[in-house]
């Protein structure tokens, strides 16, 4: 499968690791080793310290959605049979303010709300390869329904 638009891991692009990661189903994301600071979308240096000593290391993949949007219209022929479908800012539990933008896939688009509780899967796409999506947490449908009792 084609991974054109995908920069190789070493080759000069800082989001090179990040995808090389994903293509072996990890959620990596850059960290400052200066100040600690997890970094997304990937940087030359860290925006807070300035250093230029970053690493991707693994995290959890879990997360919360912060905000999304539902895409009803195709952008390529070969995804004419996948709308609608959400896509949105993921905020990881690692550090306020870390966010991956990603699709939500495994609920229906309508069902999926801000601040419902997600975690990272790999979703294989035509001419792509292995992206990273993210999908509703076990137990989020009771949840959700027991919130739905309480509003009435």
């Known amino acids: 499968m084609s991974r054109d638009w995908q920069p190789a891991a070493g080759s000069g692009d800082p989001a090179g690791p990040y995808w090389a ?27 807070r310290c300035g250093c230029a000593d970053l690493r991707f290391e693994a995290v959890s993949g879990r997360g919360v959605i912060d905000t999304y949007t539902v895409i009803h219209r195709a952008f390529a022929p070969e995804a004419a049979g996948e709308v609608p479908y959400a896509a949105g800012f993921i905020e990881l539990e690692e550090q306020a303010g870390l966010r991956v933008f990603a699709d939500v896939v495994g609920a ?45």
């Open 21 to 47: 990661a994903a293509a072996q189903r990890r959620l990596e994301i850059q960290r400052c080793s200066g100040c600690a600071a997890w970094i997304h979308f990937p940087e030359d240096a860290c925006p």
């Open 108 to 152: 229906d688009p309508g069902a999926i709300r801000i601040g419902m509780p997600v975690e990272v899967t790999f979703t294989e796409r035509h001419q792509w390869g292995l992206v990273p999506s993210f999908r509703p947490r076990t137990g989020w449908a009771d949840l959700d329904s027991k919130c739905d009792e309480v509003m009435g």
